[in-house]
């Protein structure tokens, strides 16, 4: 009896079908990103001399590598790092040329003078986690945005019916007209050199 022949297998289209799947893998497949810090640096100047500052000046935060928080060599907690910061930057305590006529804070002659001479120094031990990282690092920007968002609200608040942090947000969107975003610009550079954004973060080290 004479033997069957195998049939065939017709494998023409199992490179389209291959293909098909590979590019609905790639259509349907999402990639997880890290969460970041939006930053941008200031431009490089040309400083000959570094500037002379009070260490009244200076908010000392450190975050140990057991995240734990030191504000002022105190230990507490990050939900209070905010209104610590706020008191810090709002202090007011500066006169004469020093001197705050915004400020809303306890004017105490041993924190810092006025916004501008105000600087919040951040330091990470090496084995500090990044949430805590990231959790600090929101709690100071809040601060800022919170006193700004006050006086935003304070000088334009009757004419834009928003605060500083919306305003940013319009401003940033490209879908906002130009004459909107000339609107905002001016405002939005009068309120930031009001509370400008002092945050310096030494490189990571091993705390004791």
């Known amino acids: 009896m004479a033997k069957r022949s195998a049939p065939e297998v017709n494998a023409g289209s199992m490179a ?16 997880e990103t890290d969460s970041g810090l939006n930053r941008k640096l200031p431009p490089m100047e040309d400083q000959v001399d570094p500037p002379i500052i009070r260490e009244k000046n200076i908010f000392t935060v450190l975050v140990s590598k057991n995240d734990q928080l030191l504000v002022e060599e105190e230990l507490i907690d990050i939900a209070d790092l905010r209104s610590l910061a706020i008191d810090f930057l709002d202090n007011g305590g500066g006169v004469g040329d020093e001197a705050c006529e915004y400020c809303q804070g306890e004017r105490d002659e041993a ?9 919040i120094s951040l330091k990470n031990d090496r084995e500090t986690s990044y949430k805590v990282y990231i959790a600090v690092q929101n709690e100071l920007v809040a601060a800022y945005n919170d006193l700004r968002n006050r006086e935003f609200e304070r000088l334009f608040g009757t004419e834009l019916g928003i605060n500083f942090v919306d305003a940013q947000k319009q401003y940033d969107d490209p879908r906002t007209s130009l004459e909107r975003q000339e609107l905002l610009k ?10 400008p954004q002092k945050l310096s973060e030494a490189e990571s080290t091993k705390l004791n």
Not at 111 to 119: C, F, G, H, L, R
Not at 186 to 195: E, G, H, R, S
Request: no cysteine; proline share 6%; net charge neutral.
């Open 16 to 31: 389209d079908i291959a293909f098909l799947l590979l590019i609905f893998f790639l259509v349907t497949t999402t990639i």
């Open 111 to 119: 924190s810092s003078d006025n916004p501008d001479k105000a600087i």
């Open 186 to 195: 001016p405002k939005l550079n009068q309120v930031k050199a009001m509370y």
